[in-house]
C-alpha cells in the first residue's frame, strides 16, 4: 500500500495565525512566584522566540525611545539576572533584553512593573510609535513630537489590524523618524512668511535655504520666494537677522501607506499643517477606515489597500470631514522602490 504523505503547511508570518493557534498554558515558577504563560500570545505581548531552546528576546515598550533613567537601571537589572551579557536597542528604538528562559517571564514582569515599565507588542495592531527628540531641545526640531509619540502610546498602542501599523514623528523634513517608511508618519512643518518692512536685502535668508526656494531679486536684493521649491524647514527664520522672515502656519505634513521591508514603499502625503489636536483625529480615522476596507482581507498592509482604484479617494473624502482644505485633494499613491530587482 502506498504511503500517502501529509501535506505540510509551511507560514512565512504567524501574525494573523494567533486566533487559530492551538493554546498552550504553562506554569512558571521563580523565587516563589507562580504564574501562567500561554505561549500563542507570547509574540503579540513582545517576547519573541529565539533560535536557542526555551530562550526569548524581550521587548521593552519604548514610545518615542525615551527612557526614563529610573527604568533604564531596573531594566539593566533584569537583564543582568535574567538575560545574556548585553541587551540590544532595535531599529524601532525599543531596548530587548534577549536570551530569556521563558520560565522567568512572570517574575520579570513582575520587577519591570515596579518602575512602570511595560512589555512592547508585536504582531498584527499598533506598534509602539517612533519618535525624534522634537523642539524639546533640538534646534532643528519644530514640533513636540515627544508628547504626540506619548499620546499615541496611550490612545491606540495594541489596536488590532490586518497586519503591524507603524506611526512615527519627525520633528523637522532631515525626517530622521522616517515618516515616509511608515504606515502613518507625522512630519514637523513651518511655512514661512515674509515682511517687507524689516527686510535689509542681506541676502542672508537665500543663503541658508539649502533648496534654493530663496532667491535675490537682481536689483534689490529682497527675497524671491518659490514655494514649489520650499521644504517648510525654517531655515530662513532662524537665519533672518531683522525679523522679515516669521512662522506662518505650524503643523505636520502627513504621509501614509509607507514600509520598509522586502517591498519597501514611500507613502503619499495626505495632508499638511494638521494641529497637535488634529493627529489623534486623523489616527482614529486612519485606523477605523482601515478595519473597514480590510474586513476579511486577512494579512494586508493599508498600503496595498490605497493603490486601489478609489481607495485613496475614499479616504481623502473621510478625511475631510476632519481635515478641511488641509486634505491633499488629489494625494500621491504609496510608490514602490524598486531595490530588490537586480536585472
Avoid at 501529509?6 to 494567533?18: F, G, P, Q, R, S
Avoid at 515599565?117 to 510609535?129: D, F, K, L, M, T
Avoid at 543663503?207 to 524647514?233: M, Q, R, V
Avoid at 532662524?238 to 502656519?249: D, E, N, T, Y
Wanted: net charge positive; with cysteine; hydrophobic share 35%.
Amino acid at each position: 500500500m502506498l504511503k500517502v504523505k501529509k501535506e505540510m503547511k509551511i507560514t512565512v508570518d504567524h501574525n494573523l495565525e494567533e486566533i487559530v493557534k492551538k493554546k498552550i498554558v504553562v506554569d512558571t515558577k521563580i523565587e516563589g512566584k507562580l504564574g501562567k504563560i500561554n505561549f500563542n500570545e507570547l509574540k503579540s505581548g513582545g517576547f519573541i522566540k529565539q533560535r536557542q531552546k526555551d530562550l526569548f528576546t524581550v521587548r521593552m515598550r519604548c514610545p518615542g525611545g525615551r527612557i526614563p533613567v529610573k527604568n533604564l537601571k531596573k531594566i539593566a537589572e533584569v537583564a543582568e539576572r535574567f538575560g545574556g551579557e548585553y541587551v540590544h536597542l532595535s531599529f524601532r528604538q525599543s531596548l530587548e533584553i534577549p536570551y530569556v528562559n521563558y520560565k522567568n517571564f512572570s517574575v520579570i514582569i513582575e520587577e519591570l512593573k515596579e518602575v512602570d515599565q511595560n512589555i512592547a507588542s508585536c504582531g498584527p495592531r499598533v506598534r509602539v510609535p517612533t519618535a525624534c527628540s522634537g523642539c524639546e531641545y533640538n534646534p532643528n526640531g519644530l514640533v513636540d513630537t515627544q508628547k504626540m509619540a506619548y499620546m499615541v502610546n496611550e490612545k491606540f498602542f495594541g489596536q488590532g489590524c490586518n497586519h503591524k501599523f507603524k506611526i512615527s514623528f519627525s520633528g523637522c523634513p532631515i525626517d530622521c523618524a522616517r515618516t515616509n517608511e511608515m504606515d502613518l508618519g507625522f512630519q514637523g512643518a513651518v511655512f514661512p512668511v515674509w515682511d517687507e518692512d524689516p527686510c535689509t536685502g542681506c541676502t542672508i535668508c537665500a543663503s541658508a535655504c539649502l533648496e534654493g526656494a530663496i532667491t535675490p531679486h537682481p536689483e534689490t536684493d529682497k527675497p524671491i520666494f518659490n514655494l514649489s521649491k520650499c521644504l517648510f524647514c525654517s531655515d530662513c527664520i532662524r537665519a533672518c537677522p531683522s525679523g522679515a522672515w516669521r512662522l506662518g502656519k505650524v503643523g505636520y505634513v502627513v504621509r501614509i501607506g509607507g514600509r520598509h521591508g522586502r517591498h519597501p514603499h514611500n507613502g503619499g502625503v495626505i495632508a499638511k499643517f494638521i494641529s497637535d489636536e488634529d493627529v489623534p483625529k486623523v489616527i482614529k480615522c486612519v485606523l477605523e477606515w482601515y478595519k473597514e476596507n480590510g474586513e476579511g482581507r486577512g494579512r494586508i498592509r493599508i498600503g496595498e489597500i490605497l493603490k486601489e482604484a478609489g481607495k485613496m479617494e475614499s479616504l481623502v473624502k473621510r478625511l475631510e470631514g476632519i481635515l478641511g482644505d488641509k486634505v491633499i485633494k488629489n494625494p500621491s499613491l504609496p510608490q514602490p522602490i524598486p531595490i530588490n530587482k537586480f536585472d
